[in-house]
């Protein structure tokens, strides 16, 4: 083996490494958002979090991934230490799958399907079907399901350069010295761990291994100990995740550890034990590719049959490693980053959030003009700051997002986000302005008169009836529900302005006093303003899907050109919130 030799296999490790990202960022691009709904779920049992680890990892192809992703959801407060132990258990079961697919490198026959098996013969083909459909498909899906096949033929290519970089050293001497360094297990769990640690990632270096298996040099007894190694060696990527997180998310790291640790104690503590009475014969015959896999995913799956039961008390054992104070969640860690799909996902879930306390405050600050309470009052002080916090992280959130390999759908997802987000912390700060007029109305022991508190309750069912289509509406991504709001603001619009127009005849009557004519116009611009946010919402939703924001092109369009259900739905509002007929005889 010469210098080129070393050149090809890290070249094979180069595109190794670079196939399995661009494979599972594929993968996670198709399955993205998906992922959230399922994990919400499938975690309220071990066997259900078992199940979904296992298939996540699958999806995405990386078990560190899985479990940084789980750092970033517990230290965001979205998951329980308990719901990921057996997300992890499950995570590690998932990973042994990139073993048996590399295994085919070992197989050797003149038949020509098994030939067919081999990398070197289908992953050409594999990579002309991946490029006819990223190059000639117009969904994203197949685009996506061709960024995963070259994906994958690109690692299979680097396992192929792997293979061939090392087949000469089976012949030499010194290689062979070096092996028997790794007849002691203690080195060969060392080794395993390190080069994994090194280049994280436990399917590049089983890929390693394997290339090394198809040399004949590397026997039963060397490969075991080196891969339970691996598995110890996949923590390295939690470990450094969880610098600078709260407790609980260090607990995930601590029970990924353990896990992998007490396997690796438990299964060749068990293995060698056997072996001292059984003595088996196949330890110093060679292992090859396809005998690397059923060794990985046999370690793996006996060691989660083991331990599953006992997913309590890995718990308990974390929360005795990490007794640290606690630091203070973050709404949104970044590591959800690294599953832009999941982040999205995550993203929205914050955002319905933010819009339900947007619309509680100003449902609870309008009950606050027929009755003043001072905590109420301080509740909704509170909630606009909660609101305020929550546009700020996830604007900054979503904008770093937006730099992300995205699908079409979740690039959309977060356009939309992004404008809808200012709109609902506007409302936010209305609900204050509302707060505002009616401690004045309590302090100043103001009173409207049944005709003024008549007309303002009109309005007043209108705002509550556009807050609750536009929350709706955004939740359950709905256009034709999005699609009724904004025929309630061009209602509510009227609304205004004729109740401005009746304050003002009566102000020129001499029927209304200046001081209640200032509070009734603070209240009906608040009022105004707020459905004009419920507009740009809906606007939102209604457009986003057809990957398009002109809000006032949109809005000009549905106002002018007579559309029908706009009309249908204008009159119908305004039949519904009908002032009363004649303006109050009296003052306000």
């Not at 594999?126 to 690109?154: E, R, Y």
């Not at 319905?352 to 509740?379: C, F, P, T």
């Not at 009566?506 to 946010?533: A, K, M, P, W």
Request: hydrophobic share 45%.
């Amino acid at each position: 083996m010469d210098v080129f030799s070393l050149f090809t296999l890290l070249g094979g490790l180069a595109f190794f490494l670079y196939g399995m990202h661009v494979m599972s960022s594929g993968l996670e691009r198709m399955v993205g958002g998906k992922l959230e709904q399922v994990l919400k779920s499938m975690t309220s049992s071990k066997w259900k979090g078992l199940l979904l680890g296992a298939v996540i990892t699958i999806a995405i192809q990386s078990s560190s991934a899985m479990t940084v992703m789980l750092v970033g959801l517990v230290n965001s407060g979205i998951m329980q230490l308990s719901q990921t132990v057996g997300i992890i258990m499950g995570s590690n079961v998932g990973t042994t799958l990139t073993a048996w697919i590399l295994s085919a490198a070992g197989i050797e026959s003149s038949n020509f399907f098994m030939r067919l098996l081999k990398p070197e013969s289908f992953s050409p083909l594999v990579a002309l079907l991946g490029v006819l459909l990223i190059m000639g498909a117009k969904g994203d899906k197949k685009k996506n399901a061709g960024t995963i096949l070259v994906g994958f033929s690109v690692l299979m290519t680097g396992m192929s350069f792997m293979s061939q970089s090392v087949s000469p050293l089976a012949d030499m001497p010194v290689f062979q010295d070096i092996l028997v360094m790794f007849q002691n297990p203690l080195a060969g769990i060392l080794l395993g761990a390190v080069v994994t640690g090194v280049i994280q990632s436990s399917a590049a270096s089983v890929g390693i291994l394997q290339s090394l298996s198809l040399t004949g040099s590397i026997t039963f007894g060397m490969a075991i100990p080196i891969i339970m190694g691996q598995n110890i060696g996949t923590c390295v990527t939690s470990l450094i995740s969880s610098i600078g997180t709260n407790k609980n998310a260090k607990r995930v790291t601590a029970v990924h550890i353990y896990f992998n640790v007490l396997g690796t104690v438990i299964c060749l503590s068990g293995f060698y034990l056997l072996n001292a009475f059984i003595h088996f014969d196949f330890t110093d015959s060679p292992i090859t590719a396809l005998g690397i896999a059923v060794v990985h995913s046999l370690f793996n799956l006996f060691t989660t049959i083991i331990l599953l039961p006992f997913s309590k008390q890995l718990e308990k054992l974390a929360k005795l490693t990490i007794r640290e104070k606690s630091t203070k969640e973050e709404l949104l860690d970044e590591r959800l980053l690294l599953s832009p799909g999941f982040a999205v996902a995550e993203c929205r879930k914050l955002a319905v959030h933010m819009a339900k306390a947007a619309q509680v405050s100003m449902a609870e600050a309008i009950k606050l003009l027929r009755g003043y309470n001072e905590q109420m009052a301080d509740y909704i002080a509170q909630e606009e700051g909660q609101i305020d916090l929550y546009e700020d992280k996830l604007g900054t959130f979503l904008v770093k997002l937006s730099s992300k390999e995205l699908s079409r759908q979740d690039s959309n997802d977060v356009s939309q986000l992004l404008h809808a987000i200012g709109d609902f912390e506007r409302i936010g700060d209305h609900a204050v302005n509302i707060l505002r007029a009616a401690k004045e109305i309590h302090e100043k022991e103001l009173h409207f008169s049944q005709k003024a508190q008549e007309e303002l309750e009109v309005i007043t069912r209108a705002i509550l009836r556009i807050m609750d289509l536009t929350v709706e509406a955004f939740e359950t991504n709905d256009a034709a529900l999005a699609a009724k709001v904004e025929p309630l603001e061009q209602v509510i619009d009227g609304l205004k302005l004729e109740l401005k127009n009746r304050h003002i005849r009566r102000l020129q009557e001499g029927r209304c006093t200046i001081e209640l004519g200032f509070v009734l116009t603070d209240l009906l611009t608040n009022y105004e303003r707020v459905s004009d946010h419920c507009s740009n919402v809906a606007v939102t939703v209604i457009q986003i899907k057809d990957s398009s924001l002109d809000t006032h092109g949109y809005l000009n369009e549905v106002k002018t050109a007579g559309d029908p259900d706009f009309t249908q739905a204008f009159e119908a509002y305004s039949l519904e919130y009908l002032l009363p007929e004649s303006p109050a005889p009296a003052g306000d």
